[in-house]
């Protein structure tokens, strides 16, 4: 793979040894003469998943975002950039943290920034980082705005995904999947799961262990 820049920010915080790091790599632009096809996500023009992982594995920082630069005029997702993002064992479809940084990055180093822009995911669609002005304090603050998460692959209650899952939350948590306590759905995609509880379970109230989901290898989220 050719020469690359990678760039290190913490993310959410000012301080060296503070916040979330992530490293940055901003991709040459493509040859102009490239086409894209509508909806498509560009993989052909990043380099081989095998070296961005890599790469990612020996920078060995929480996420590396690789950004592709697009001409936004030609794309019908209107995006000025591809992004993909690697932890030092596998792919993310997205991450926060590392968006943030992306942002950033360019809206400190590109010459004539928009004030907007634009990010076309492997899975999502488009997110969006604005630069807006802080209502504290004589600064620029960057907003990020991820696409809502619809069509998510569900796990069939019942099912033997669906059995382990059951198994390690209730030894993680100590609450049965049962009445409210059982979630209303579960969602797998790549090595993510997504618990959706109903409101009336308490989730402030449960002492979580998250070493009994080691198991899994995956990130585990739950939300109600």
């Not at 968006?99 to 920034?113: C, D, E, I, V, W």
């Not at 504290?136 to 619809?150: N, Y």
Request: aromatic residues 10%; hydrophobic residues 40%.
């Amino acid at each position: 793979m050719t020469s690359l820049t990678k760039t290190t920010y913490q993310a959410f915080a000012s301080a060296r040894a503070q916040g979330n790091p992530a490293a940055i790599i901003v991709l040459p632009k493509p040859d102009s003469s490239t086409e894209i096809a509508d909806g498509d996500f560009p993989y052909d023009l990043f380099p081989p998943a095998s070296n961005l992982q890599e790469t990612a594995r020996s920078i060995n920082l929480p996420m590396t975002a690789f950004a592709l630069p697009l001409d936004p005029e030609n794309d019908s997702a209107k995006a000025h950039y591809a992004v993909r993002w690697f932890n030092p064992v596998n792919e993310a479809p997205l991450c926060g943290h590392a968006t943030l940084a992306l942002s950033q990055h360019l809206f400190s180093t590109l010459p004539n920034a928009p004030q907007t822009l634009r990010y076309l995911t492997r899975l999502h669609g488009v997110a969006s980082a604005s630069l807006n002005q802080s209502p504290f304090e004589d600064a620029k603050l960057v907003g990020i705005e991820f696409p809502e998460l619809v069509d998510l692959p569900s796990v069939a209650k019942d099912s033997k995904r669906w059995r382990e899952l059951k198994g390690l939350f209730e030894a993680a948590s100590g609450s049965k999947w049962e009445g409210n306590g059982e979630p209303v759905g579960v969602f797998e995609q790549d090595q993510y799961f997504l618990l959706e509880f109903s409101p009336e379970l308490n989730l402030k109230a449960l002492e979580f262990d998250a070493s009994k989901l080691v198991s899994l290898f995956l990130s585990f989220k739950v939300h109600n």
